[in-house]
């Protein structure tokens, strides 16, 4: 008797952990709900993401089809991404093959949680951007000076010269952004 008594009780218990865990996780999913990531739809809103951000991850396409991704600097304006590096390099090859470049920036990080020891109430608050289009280079000096200009003011105030060398050995390529897309992840997060 004494047995079957602790028997029922255990299982009382057992069945109280699994309503408690079953409403935690209906509490969980109805949290993530009200977290959804959203679609951004506002030219403004996206490139003032583009503009918080210091580096974009440039994906461009190996000769056998894979992809080859590599962060880089760079500048925005005018639904346009200025890029630069040296005169010779991978992706200048690959380039040579195919110039279509997809760029990503991400914004706003912050991790954030419900519960410090429920890994899937973990998440990440931020914002992102993907973006499309092909490179061309800048040959003339002066739209060179002009493109790493617009470059430089990605990262401080101040105004720059360019020795003619230095403007002769730079690469700079120009992709006229073709297809935007912007998301924000967990905005809505309490
Ligand atoms: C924060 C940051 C900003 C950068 N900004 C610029 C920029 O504005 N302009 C610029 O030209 N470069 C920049 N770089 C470097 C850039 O990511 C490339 O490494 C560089 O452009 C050389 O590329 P490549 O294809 O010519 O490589 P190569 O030197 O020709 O490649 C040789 C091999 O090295 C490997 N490799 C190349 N780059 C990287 C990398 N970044 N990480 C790991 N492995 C690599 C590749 O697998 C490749 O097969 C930046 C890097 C960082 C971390």
Not at 7 to 27: A, G, N, S, V
Not at 38 to 52: A, G, L, R, V
């Given at each position: 008797?004494?047995?079957?008594?602790?028997?029922?009780?255990?299982?009382?218990?057992?069945?109280?952990?699994?309503?408690?865990?079953?409403?935690?996780?209906?509490?969980?999913?109805?949290?993530?709900?009200?977290?959804?990531?959203?679609?951004?739809?506002?030219?403004?809103?996206?490139?003032?993401?583009?503009?918080?951000?210091?580096?974009?991850?440039?994906?461009?396409?190996?000769?056998?089809?894979?992809?080859?991704?590599?962060?880089?600097?760079?500048?925005?304006?005018?639904?346009?991404?200025?890029?630069?590096?040296?005169?010779?390099?991978?992706?200048?090859?690959?380039?040579?093959?195919?110039?279509?470049?997809?760029?990503?920036?991400c914004?706003?990080?912050k991790?954030?949680?419900?519960?410090?020891?429920?890994?899937?109430?973990y998440?990440?608050?931020?914002?992102?951007?993907?973006?499309?289009?092909?490179?061309?280079?800048?040959?003339?000096?002066?739209?060179?000076?002009?493109?790493?200009?617009?470059?430089?003011?990605?990262?401080?105030?101040?105004?720059?010269k360019?020795?003619?060398?230095?403007?002769?050995?730079?690469?700079?390529?120009?992709?006229?952004?073709?297809?935007?897309?912007?998301?924000?992840?967990?905005?809505?997060?309490?």
């Amino acid at each position: 008797m004494q047995k079957s008594g602790f028997k029922l009780t255990f299982f009382e218990i057992r069945l109280k952990h699994i309503i408690l865990y079953h409403r935690f996780f209906i509490h969980l999913s109805t949290k993530t709900k009200s977290m959804r990531t959203s679609i951004i739809t506002e030219k403004i809103e996206i490139e003032d993401i583009i503009n918080q951000c210091d580096v974009c991850f440039v994906g461009i396409t190996e000769a056998d089809g894979t992809p080859y991704v590599f962060p880089m600097n760079f500048g925005y304006s005018n639904g346009e991404i200025i890029l630069h590096s040296a005169p010779e390099g991978k992706h200048l090859n690959l380039l040579a093959l195919n110039n279509k470049i997809c760029a990503t920036f991400c914004s706003e990080r912050k991790l954030v949680y419900q519960h410090p020891d429920v890994a899937c109430s973990y998440s990440m608050l931020a914002k992102s951007v993907i973006c499309k289009g092909s490179v061309t280079f800048i040959d003339d000096l002066n739209e060179k000076m002009e493109a790493l200009n617009i470059t430089m003011k990605n990262y401080t105030d101040r105004s720059f010269k360019y020795s003619k060398p230095a403007l002769i050995n730079v690469k700079v390529w120009r992709v006229k952004v073709e297809e935007m897309t912007a998301k924000a992840f967990g905005q809505n997060f309490k």
